[in-house]
């Protein structure tokens, strides 16, 4: 029998007998059928087709059957999940068949969002450690405690000895109150998973071509002639994409060609895999460029007009023949070659990469040298090419652009005094008593105000804690942590962060589950877990990888003991004594802050990235009528929302009065601004060694000025004659910021982006992307070995940094890399992701429909490794990393992963070198499934510019368990 | 061929899409809320890990001249006139013998053991419920939803990721694969579908 969650109530009609439901219809058997096929058909082909046959009368006996919309929690695809509720209980999920991003397809993880709603192994009530035990504490003492407990490091120590890691997990609102918290707590000691995603995807992709985010859409990929994909793997890591992909592979027959050093399940669909050494990715796309500047295939009409620096790329890539790419990548030159050809003949061609390019010490290197490629194909700024990066966590792209992050403030603003200025204009905040709630740190005779500091990254945390005082660039250690939606196991050295959990005076959990921090460390005091719900609990927006915002409705009341993100934070506020500040604007209800106050707070200053013109009521408008949006262009014919592209993907200029349709593809210069057209973003100046930084002679459809122009300021408009243009109460408002020198960036009545897109200029400018980052440790991108790395013979002519102090944290490069550790540890470790489960598995490892579905932790070893190893299929053994921790993990021998190379994903956790710690969670809140983390031997290594932790290239050993 | 007028439900698993994502076995798990160690759907991978991988979702089929109805000692299975195979859990004695006949491993049992019985066979229903009256408690209990009398077909095809599983009738759904394989300039074969539906042609 059937174990039932659902209190015996069937939902659906009652019909007498499926003849007379379908007689109601009129409609025959065969018809019904035959229709639903059709449908099927249409979905098929991706086409617009609707004819599926719905019940037309909800359940007669129960309640009433109501419907929500919701999108996926998961990934950044942004699936809709349409939620069936009755009475409160949310008993079944149909396919959102609308959703022009999904068409209602799921993954494992999103066919089975419903059991959130269950919550069997949810953290029930807030939680705190008396003597080594979790003991159920009430909110009110929990806040009073854990607010006591701050108020004191803070007065001993200073603001920045606490540190709120917040969550790609936040919908946008509680993202950018989070950032709002942390500043009217006084720290930049504010992060959250981005920075271990796509941080130096954000950093050089923006310092390529202005915006850090993926240029086109999932859908858009329909429009590709090939996909070059590299260090990632959608088919487990982002399903639902591969609906797009594999569209464009049936049907334009483009060339789905996979870079990995793992034979993934997206490189089993794949025309061509290219199997190369990890880390070195600069080396191949280099080595993909020699073949194509020999024979001249790039794009030199694109290069001259819109590309600066590419003869320093020529420079690089002539070292780069087949034959040293060979000896660096392991790829054969003609295979190589070949891959170049394709990609020359079959243009646009769109280039997708994931953490296998992101997560190294020189992670910044590969995403620019990515981007070069697309600039030197000609492949930007045009439908069906770009660089599609596929962001991670349902929102990761939205808590990056509201700024929960150590280096800025929402927006990307920064932490500059303008930048505060800007956003305490927004607030209406007193400016100097934001500074006033910072330190001010006297070191070597110098005053810092911490203000405009960057803080510590999520990455290095433990080193705040760790770090000997007087080797850190902020006035004393970390001493209270508080984990706001975050696996811990997702990040590496976990040997050291046990020891950092151990050493802090306080660690704060708040999540729907208890996650790894609640049993890593042996803590007896000082520790608390605090329930907050799901995004199924609440309402709000969430950003998609392409830009696009999409609303979501409140599905069930939030469960157990659990309160919803924004409130805690409000909680916290009345406890520091800032809640009439910081809420001034937005209604409170109870204890609930205004989901749509907030949304519309954020469009009051997010002008950088035109996050102004998705207020909640156009949001919920697309929502609503989610089938009015063409499934390719992403863009609604008629209707109420007509010329829009769905869900306003940013940048969505000016106020929401203006109306902008929103920019579905970037840096496409065919459309006209006002129609979301955009060009390269003049970012890095208009001159550099007397060479032109602007547009050459180009410019996008209808603008005024037909030629490269710099970014707009009050005074260009007065230049231009067109101030004129402003009304009374734009010009008013540019007045009261900075006269002439305010920008479209500054001015909050958006008169100026409003005026420069009236005559079809971009906001920001018309310039050149840039081949060459001349800020960045390596202005031109270049391969350097990893610091653990097996191959000596290549540390020579390709060695990594020197060492250095930056984001307040010393940080090791080679004096790591000149230790030899390939004798004991001779095999190349990386990690990924599975299907079933997300991030570190907290949430997922707790629904029994996934948990089922992969029991074990397990290492891929190649067969032949595995025999020199005396490794037997399905057996256990020891996995040991150089810096000294070890994990027993169950083998996996597969052909999957090269020789010498071995693979973990990294969603497990809760053993811990071979011991089980389920008794550790509170009762009743332990996953069904436990296992061994991968970064616990996944060891240091950060990027030379983001903080990006290194967790696709270090050494382990393996032995029989 | 379907006979004219009359709608024959089928499934057809296009390997060249399925990426093993298994959102159709927790749609199912979810949907129909098939407990642990039960599952009505799963997915089948050849060539784990080398070129030529390739995977299938396999369910049952409701096969034309369904094997698990001609060896069932206690004649619990019947075919709807849409040809999907269902069964009777409170006939069913838990003897096995429809696993040991059905090609695709469908039938599934909440014990195993040498001695007394398996327990009552669950198995995919097409989310058609069972011989209790549509939509009841009991049939839910038993059988999971009913997705049929509500007019929607299974769910695991339904939310496929990729749109590799489909269901309907198999006029319909051949239409789709070939449109398909049109497109591709290939095809490898609509998996499953000689052994389950050619035989008869039904």
């Given at each position: 029998?059937?174990?039932?969650?659902?209190?015996?109530?069937?939902?659906?009609?009652?019909?007498?007998?499926?003849?007379?439901?379908?007689?109601?219809?009129?409609?025959?058997?065969?018809?019904?059928?035959?229709?639903?096929?059709?449908?099927?058909?249409?979905?098929?082909?991706?086409?617009?087709?609707?004819?599926?046959?719905?019940?037309?009368?909800?359940?007669?006996?129960?309640?009433?059957?109501?419907?929500?919309?919701?999108?996926?929690?998961?990934?950044?695809?942004?699936?809709?999940?349409?939620?069936?509720?009755?009475?409160?209980?949310?008993?079944?999920?149909?396919?959102?068949?609308?959703?022009?991003?999904?068409?209602?397809?799921?993954?494992?993880?999103?066919?089975?969002?419903?059991?959130?709603?269950?919550?069997?192994?949810?953290?029930?009530?807030?939680?705190?450690?008396?003597?080594?035990?979790?003991?159920?504490?009430?909110?009110?003492?929990?806040?009073?405690?854990?607010?006591?407990?701050?108020?004191?490091?803070?007065?001993?120590?200073?603001?920045?000895?606490?540190?709120?890691?917040?969550?790609?997990?936040?919908?946008?609102?509680?993202?950018?109150?989070?950032?709002?918290?942390?500043?009217?707590?006084?720290?930049?000691?504010?992060?959250?998973?981005?920075?271990?995603?796509?941080?130096?995807?954000?950093?050089?992709?923006?310092?390529?071509?202005?915006?850090?985010?993926?240029?086109?859409?999932?859908?858009?990929?329909?429009?590709?002639?090939?996909?070059?994909?590299?260090?990632?793997?959608?088919?487990?890591?982002?399903?639902?994409?591969?609906?797009?992909?594999?569209?464009?592979?049936?049907?334009?027959?483009?060339?789905?060609?996979?870079?990995?050093?793992?034979?993934?399940?997206?490189?089993?669909?794949?025309?061509?895999?290219?199997?190369?050494?990890?880390?070195?990715?600069?080396?191949?796309?280099?080595?993909?460029?020699?073949?194509?500047?020999?024979?001249?295939?790039?794009?030199?009409?694109?290069?001259?007009?819109?590309?600066?620096?590419?003869?320093?790329?020529?420079?690089?890539?002539?070292?780069?023949?087949?034959?040293?790419?060979?000896?660096?990548?392991?790829?054969?030159?003609?295979?190589?070659?070949?891959?170049?050809?394709?990609?020359?003949?079959?243009?646009?061609?769109?280039?997708?990469?994931?953490?296998?390019?992101?997560?190294?010490?020189?992670?910044?290197?590969?995403?620019?040298?990515?981007?070069?490629?697309?600039?030197?194909?000609?492949?930007?700024?045009?439908?069906?090419?770009?660089?599609?990066?596929?962001?991670?966590?349902?929102?990761?792209?939205?808590?990056?652009?509201?700024?929960?992050?150590?280096?800025?403030?929402?927006?990307?603003?920064?932490?500059?005094?303008?930048?505060?200025?800007?956003?305490?204009?927004?607030?209406?905040?007193?400016?100097?008593?934001?500074?006033?709630?910072?330190?001010?740190?006297?070191?070597?005779?110098?005053?810092?105000?911490?203000?405009?500091?960057?803080?510590?990254?999520?990455?290095?945390?433990?080193?705040?804690?760790?770090?000997?005082?007087?080797?850190?660039?902020?006035?004393?250690?970390?001493?209270?942590?508080?984990?706001?939606?975050?696996?811990?196991?997702?990040?590496?050295?976990?040997?050291?962060?046990?020891?950092?959990?151990?050493?802090?005076?306080?660690?704060?959990?708040?999540?729907?589950?208890?996650?790894?921090?609640?049993?890593?460390?042996?803590?007896?005091?000082?520790?608390?877990?605090?329930?907050?719900?799901?995004?199924?609990?609440?309402?709000?927006?969430?950003?998609?990888?392409?830009?696009?915002?999409?609303?979501?409705?409140?599905?069930?009341?939030?469960?157990?003991?659990?309160?919803?993100?924004?409130?805690?934070?409000?909680?916290?506020?009345?406890?520091?004594?800032?809640?009439?500040?910081?809420?001034?604007?937005?209604?409170?209800?109870?204890?609930?802050?205004?989901?749509?106050?907030?949304?519309?707070?954020?469009?009051?200053?997010?002008?950088?990235?035109?996050?102004?013109?998705?207020?909640?009521?156009?949001?919920?408008?697309?929502?609503?009528?989610?089938h009015h949006f063409d499934k390719t262009t992403l863009r609604a014919v008629g209707g109420p929302c007509d010329g829009d592209y769905y869900g306003l993907p940013w940048p969505s200029w000016g106020t929401p009065e203006m109306n902008h349709p929103g920019t579905a593809n970037l840096y496409d210069m065919s459309l006209p601004v006002s129609k979301g057209g955009l060009t390269f973003r003049a970012r890095f100046g208009v001159e550099r060694n007397g060479e032109n930084l602007l547009?050459?002679?180009?410019?996008?459809?209808?603008?005024?000025?037909?030629?490269?122009?710099?970014?707009?300021?009050?005074?260009?408009?007065?230049?231009?004659?067109?101030?004129?243009?402003?009304?009374?109460?734009?010009?008013?408002?540019?007045?009261?910021?900075?006269?002439?020198?305010?920008?479209?960036?500054?001015?909050?009545?958006?008169?100026?982006?409003?005026?420069?897109?009236?005559?079809?200029?971009?906001?920001?400018?018309?310039?050149?992307?840039?081949?060459?980052?001349?800020?960045?440790?390596?202005?031109?991108?270049?391969?350097?070995?990893?610091?653990?790395?097996?191959?000596?013979?290549?540390?020579?002519?390709?060695?990594?940094?020197?060492?250095?102090?930056?984001?307040?944290?010393?940080?090791?490069?080679?004096?790591?890399?000149?230790?030899?550790?390939?004798?004991?540890?001779?095999?190349?470790?990386?990690?990924?992701?599975?299907?079933?489960y997300e991030g570190g598995g907290d949430e997922t490892r707790s629904n029994p429909w996934l948990a089922e579905l992969q029991q074990d932790m397990f290492i891929e070893v190649n067969p032949r490794d595995a025999n020199n190893m005396n490794i037997r299929d399905g057996k256990d053994v020891w996995v040991s990393g150089p810096e000294g921790a070890r994990i027993k993990v169950k083998a996996m021998v597969t052909e999957r992963v090269g020789e010498g190379v071995a693979f973990m994903?990294?969603?497990?956790?809760?053993?811990?070198?071979?011991?089980?710690?389920?008794?550790?969670?509170?009762?009743?809140?332990?996953?069904?499934?436990?296992?061994?983390?991968?970064?616990?031997?996944?060891?240091?290594?950060?990027?030379?510019?983001?903080?990006?932790?290194?967790?696709?290239?270090?050494?382990?050993?393996?032995?029989?368990? | 061929?379907?006979?004219?007028?009359?709608?024959?439900?089928?499934?057809?698993?296009?390997?060249?899409?399925?990426?093993?994502?298994?959102?159709?076995?927790?749609?199912?798990?979810?949907?129909?809320?098939?407990?642990?160690?039960?599952?009505?759907?799963?997915?089948?991978?050849?060539?784990?890990?080398?070129?030529?991988?390739?995977?299938?979702?396999?369910?049952?089929?409701?096969?034309?001249?369904?094997?698990?109805?001609?060896?069932?000692?206690?004649?619990?299975?019947?075919?709807?006139?849409?040809?999907?195979?269902?069964?009777?859990?409170?006939?069913?004695?838990?003897?096995?013998?429809?696993?040991?006949?059905?090609?695709?491993?469908?039938?599934?049992?909440?014990?195993?053991?040498?001695?007394?019985?398996?327990?009552?066979?669950?198995?995919?229903?097409?989310?058609?419920?069972?011989?209790?009256?549509?939509?009841?408690?009991?049939?839910?209990?038993?059988?999971?939803?009913?997705?049929?009398?509500?007019?929607?077909?299974?769910?695991?095809?339904?939310?496929?990721?990729?749109?590799?599983?489909?269901?309907?009738?198999?006029?319909?759904?051949?239409?789709?694969?070939?449109?398909?394989?049109?497109?591709?300039?290939?095809?490898?074969?609509?998996?499953?579908?000689?052994?389950?539906?050619?035989?008869?042609?039904?």
């Amino acid at each position: 029998m059937l174990r039932k969650k659902t209190n015996g109530v069937a939902k659906g009609p009652r019909a007498g007998s499926l003849l007379s439901s379908l007689a109601a219809k009129t409609m025959d058997r065969r018809g019904f059928l035959a229709a639903s096929g059709v449908t099927v058909g249409g979905l098929a082909a991706l086409s617009l087709t609707s004819g599926r046959v719905e019940a037309a009368t909800p359940s007669t006996g129960g309640g009433e059957v109501v419907r929500k919309k919701s999108v996926c929690t998961h990934c950044s695809v942004g699936c809709t999940v349409m939620a069936e509720i009755q009475n409160g209980t949310w008993i079944g999920q149909e396919p959102g068949w609308d959703s022009p991003f999904n068409l209602g397809a799921h993954c494992a993880k999103g066919a089975s969002v419903r059991e959130s709603a269950h919550g069997e192994r949810r953290l029930k009530y807030p939680m705190k450690m008396v003597g080594g035990q979790w003991q159920k504490i009430s909110w009110d003492e929990a806040i009073n405690e854990i607010g006591d407990k701050m108020q004191q490091i803070r007065e001993e120590s200073g603001p920045d000895s606490v540190y709120w890691l917040g969550s790609a997990k936040f919908s946008n609102e509680q993202s950018y109150l989070f950032r709002k918290f942390a500043a009217y707590w006084g720290t930049n000691n504010v992060d959250h998973q981005a920075r271990i995603c796509h941080s130096t995807t954000v950093a050089g992709v923006a310092n390529t071509w202005g915006y850090g985010a993926m240029t086109n859409s999932y859908n858009d990929i329909h429009n590709s002639q090939a996909i070059f994909l590299i260090g990632g793997n959608p088919a487990e890591a982002h399903p639902v994409s591969l609906l797009h992909l594999l569209k464009a592979k049936e049907e334009n027959n483009a060339p789905l060609i996979v870079c990995d050093p793992r034979f993934t399940r997206t490189a089993a669909h794949a025309d061509e895999y290219v199997r190369f050494r990890p880390g070195s990715d600069v080396a191949l796309v280099w080595g993909l460029l020699w073949h194509i500047f020999e024979n001249s295939w790039e794009d030199k009409e694109f290069i001259r007009t819109r590309v600066y620096g590419m003869d320093d790329i020529r420079q690089e890539v002539k070292k780069w023949n087949p034959e040293e790419v060979e000896r660096v990548t392991g790829v054969p030159g003609a295979q190589l070659e070949r891959v170049a050809r394709t990609l020359a003949n079959n243009r646009p061609g769109t280039v997708i990469w994931c953490m296998g390019g992101t997560q190294h010490t020189n992670g910044n290197n590969n995403t620019r040298a990515y981007c070069v490629l697309q600039l030197a194909l000609g492949n930007m700024g045009v439908a069906g090419g770009g660089t599609n990066i596929f962001r991670g966590h349902d929102n990761v792209q939205g808590a990056t652009d509201l700024g929960v992050l150590a280096d800025t403030l929402p927006g990307y603003y920064g932490l500059a005094a303008g930048s505060w200025a800007h956003w305490a204009r927004v607030w209406e905040e007193d400016l100097d008593w934001l500074k006033g709630r910072f330190a001010v740190w006297d070191k070597d005779g110098k005053s810092r105000a911490m203000m405009n500091e960057k803080g510590i990254p999520v990455s290095r945390w433990i080193d705040g804690v760790l770090e000997a005082k007087e080797n850190l660039e902020q006035p004393d250690n970390t001493r209270a942590m508080v984990l706001w939606g975050h696996a811990p196991n997702s990040q590496t050295r976990m040997l050291e962060m046990k020891e950092a959990m151990e050493k802090l005076d306080l660690l704060v959990v708040v999540d729907p589950f208890p996650t790894v921090s609640a049993v890593l460390h042996d803590r007896k005091e000082g520790a608390y877990l605090l329930p907050a719900t799901t995004q199924f609990e609440t309402s709000g927006s969430v950003t998609a990888s392409n830009r696009s915002l999409q609303w979501r409705e409140k599905v069930v009341e939030p469960l157990f003991d659990s309160k919803v993100d924004h409130e805690i934070m409000k909680l916290f506020a009345d406890k520091f004594g800032f809640t009439d500040r910081m809420f001034r604007n937005i209604a409170i209800n109870g204890d609930e802050p205004s989901i749509e106050d907030i949304t519309r707070e954020f469009n009051r200053g997010m002008w950088t990235i035109g996050y102004t013109g998705q207020s909640p009521e156009r949001l919920k408008k697309h929502m609503k009528y989610q089938h009015h949006f063409d499934k390719t262009t992403l863009r609604a014919v008629g209707g109420p929302c007509d010329g829009d592209y769905y869900g306003l993907p940013w940048p969505s200029w000016g106020t929401p009065e203006m109306n902008h349709p929103g920019t579905a593809n970037l840096y496409d210069m065919s459309l006209p601004v006002s129609k979301g057209g955009l060009t390269f973003r003049a970012r890095f100046g208009v001159e550099r060694n007397g060479e032109n930084l602007l547009a050459d002679g180009v410019y996008s459809k209808n603008s005024e000025i037909k030629d490269g122009y710099p970014e707009f300021t009050m005074q260009m408009l007065m230049d231009l004659g067109w101030d004129g243009d402003l009304t009374a109460e734009e010009r008013a408002s540019i007045d009261a910021v900075a006269g002439p020198e305010t920008n479209w960036k500054t001015d909050l009545s958006g008169g100026i982006q409003r005026v420069a897109i009236k005559h079809e200029c971009a906001p920001f400018g018309n310039a050149k992307a840039r081949a060459i980052v001349w800020n960045f440790p390596d202005p031109v991108p270049l391969h350097r070995e990893p610091l653990y790395t097996s191959r000596r013979d290549l540390v020579e002519d390709y060695p990594t940094y020197e060492d250095k102090t930056f984001w307040r944290v010393p940080t090791l490069y080679e004096s790591i890399q000149k230790k030899d550790f390939s004798k004991d540890f001779p095999i190349i470790l990386t990690s990924g992701r599975l299907v079933e489960y997300e991030g570190g598995g907290d949430e997922t490892r707790s629904n029994p429909w996934l948990a089922e579905l992969q029991q074990d932790m397990f290492i891929e070893v190649n067969p032949r490794d595995a025999n020199n190893m005396n490794i037997r299929d399905g057996k256990d053994v020891w996995v040991s990393g150089p810096e000294g921790a070890r994990i027993k993990v169950k083998a996996m021998v597969t052909e999957r992963v090269g020789e010498g190379v071995a693979f973990m994903p990294f969603h497990f956790g809760g053993h811990l070198e071979g011991k089980d710690l389920r008794d550790k969670y509170p009762k009743g809140s332990d996953p069904y499934v436990l296992g061994e983390s991968t970064n616990t031997v996944q060891t240091y290594g950060y990027d030379s510019v983001t903080q990006m932790q290194e967790t696709k290239c270090t050494l382990c050993s393996i032995m029989p368990a | 061929m379907a006979l004219e007028g009359k709608a024959r439900a089928k499934f057809l698993v296009d390997a060249e899409r399925c990426i093993e994502c298994n959102a159709c076995v927790t749609a199912c798990k979810n949907e129909n809320e098939v407990p642990w160690g039960i599952n009505r759907r799963r997915v089948v991978t050849i060539e784990d890990g080398k070129p030529g991988e390739r995977s299938i979702s396999v369910a049952c089929m409701h096969c034309s001249d369904a094997p698990c109805m001609a060896v069932c000692p206690v004649d619990v299975f019947y075919q709807t006139e849409d040809g999907i195979v269902l069964h009777s859990k409170d006939l069913c004695i838990g003897c096995g013998y429809c696993f040991y006949a059905c090609p695709f491993g469908a039938p599934q049992f909440p014990q195993a053991g040498n001695f007394g019985s398996r327990g009552k066979m669950d198995k995919c229903t097409f989310c058609a419920g069972g011989p209790e009256e549509d939509n009841s408690t009991a049939e839910f209990s038993k059988y999971g939803r009913n997705r049929i009398a509500e007019g929607k077909l299974p769910i695991c095809a339904e939310m496929c990721s990729t749109k590799a599983l489909l269901a309907g009738d198999g006029s319909e759904v051949a239409d789709i694969y070939r449109q398909r394989v049109v497109n591709r300039g290939f095809g490898s074969g609509a998996w499953g579908w000689g052994t389950a539906y050619e035989k008869k042609g039904a």
